[in-house]
C-alpha cells in the first residue's frame, strides 16, 4: 500500500462524511429544529416588544 491508495481512502472517507452530514442536516426529523433556527432573527422583536410593553406598564403603576 502507497501513499496514494492512503489518499484516496481519506478522499472516500472524507466525502462520505460530507455527504452523511448534509443527509443529516436535511432529513425530515430536523425539519422542525431548522425551521425554529430559521426564524430566531424575527422572534427577536416578539421579545422587543413585549419588554418594552411590560416597561410601559410598570411605569404606569
Wanted: negative net charge; proline residues 2%.
Amino acid at each position: 500500500m502507497d501513499i496514494n491508495e492512503l489518499r484516496g481512502i481519506h478522499t472516500f472517507l472524507v466525502m462520505a462524511v460530507f455527504l452523511g452530514i448534509v443527509w443529516w442536516a436535511y432529513s425530515a426529523h430536523r425539519r422542525k429544529a431548522n425551521d425554529e433556527a430559521a426564524h430566531l432573527p424575527f422572534d427577536d422583536d416578539d421579545v422587543e416588544k413585549r419588554t418594552l410593553e411590560q416597561e410601559k406598564t410598570e411605569k404606569k403603576e
